[in-house]
């Protein structure tokens, strides 16, 4: 299942345990069928064939596992599917990919627009275009850069973290258990119900680190090629996002008429750039009025950026 799943997996324990008339039998084999449904496809650093194989079920109740297993697994798939249908675009984009688009673009559509812009006061459209573009190409490679060694970070932080708790879960199992039992504690989970739980969990240790990894440290594991993905998705949001306010000079004859286009394209794109940033960000059913708010202050940020960088150079050339 997915990590919604899993969340619906522990609520389901959570509400079978405060059940009037519950035994202890039935609340074991709801925690174990629970924990067997776990999706840890992904989770690399543990050698387990069989994770589901791990996990003591009783044979004799198995009738009544699949009912628990199947309401599960349909109320996720159901949530999933009414999420997409009103999300559509939102749901279908990797979050973090998005988040290095609007990383690449915003930086792409203020610096080189500014740069520009000042360069545009010394007269010379060849110049504006050699030294914009000679920014753009340095820029998208130092963006680019910059993401493929945070998303490396991220990945050897994501994988320190679970050799520490694959560690703990070996060599002291009782530090482990404690760490389950504050974050059931905080989700308020009675002790009856974290010990069963926690004697779940124990039978399958990819299980149980994955749960303390997600649920306890908050941490998701890296898709593969991260680093790559991140370096190619800033690097081209920014060349994209800082060719835009240059592609004028390439077409007019005078630098004052390259610029005033320049900076009449720059201000759509930056509304524009801000509304729809607003909606990726904060979700499709976000107010109009944020956006329209998120969208004037790109401009605003846009139009001091390329102002002071024309004042800063024609006063500096006069």
């Not at 609340?27 to 194989?53: A, K, L, V």
């Not at 749960?211 to 081209?236: C, D, H, M, W, Y």
């Amino acid at each position: 299942m997915s990590i919604v799943g899993l969340k619906k997996a522990i609520s389901f324990v959570l509400q079978s345990s405060n059940e009037t008339g519950s035994t202890t039998e039935s609340n074991t084999s709801s925690s174990q069928s629970i924990i067997q449904n776990t999706d840890s496809s992904n989770y690399g650093s543990i050698n387990n064939n069989d994770p589901e194989s791990q996990l003591p079920i009783d044979n004799d109740n198995n009738n009544n596992i699949t009912p628990t297993i199947s309401k599960l697994d349909k109320d996720s798939k159901n949530d999933s599917s009414s999420s997409s249908q009103n999300n559509g675009f939102f749901d279908k984009v990797d979050p973090r990919v998005m988040s290095d688009v609007i990383i690449g673009l915003s930086d792409g559509l203020t610096v080189p627009f500014a740069l520009t812009a000042g360069l545009s006061s010394l007269g010379d459209s060849k110049l504006v275009i050699t030294g914009g573009m000679a920014e753009l190409v340095s820029g998208a490679i130092s963006m680019g850069l910059g993401g493929y060694l945070a998303a490396r970070s991220e990945v050897e932080y994501y994988k320190s973290q679970v050799r520490i708790e694959k560690s703990n879960f070996f060599e002291n199992p009782d530090l482990l258990a404690g760490e389950v039992e504050e974050i059931m504690l905080d989700m308020g989970a009675s002790i009856e119900t974290i010990d069963l739980f926690i004697r779940d969990l124990e039978n399958s240790p990819q299980a149980l680190i994955e749960f303390v990894i997600r649920f306890g440290k908050g941490l998701e594991e890296p898709a593969e090629n991260r680093q790559l993905t991140s370096a190619l998705t800033i690097g081209s949001g920014y060349f994209f996002g800082g060719f835009i306010p240059l592609v004028p000079y390439f077409f007019t004859t005078t630098v004052g008429t390259g610029l005033i286009i320049s900076v009449i394209v720059m201000l759509i794109t930056l509304f524009w750039f801000g509304y729809f940033k607003t909606s990726v960000s904060m979700g499709p059913d976000t107010p109009l009025l944020s956006k329209v708010s998120e969208g004037i202050q790109m401009v605003l940020i846009g139009t001091i950026a390329a102002g002071s960088a024309w004042s800063l150079v024609y006063f500096i050339d006069n």
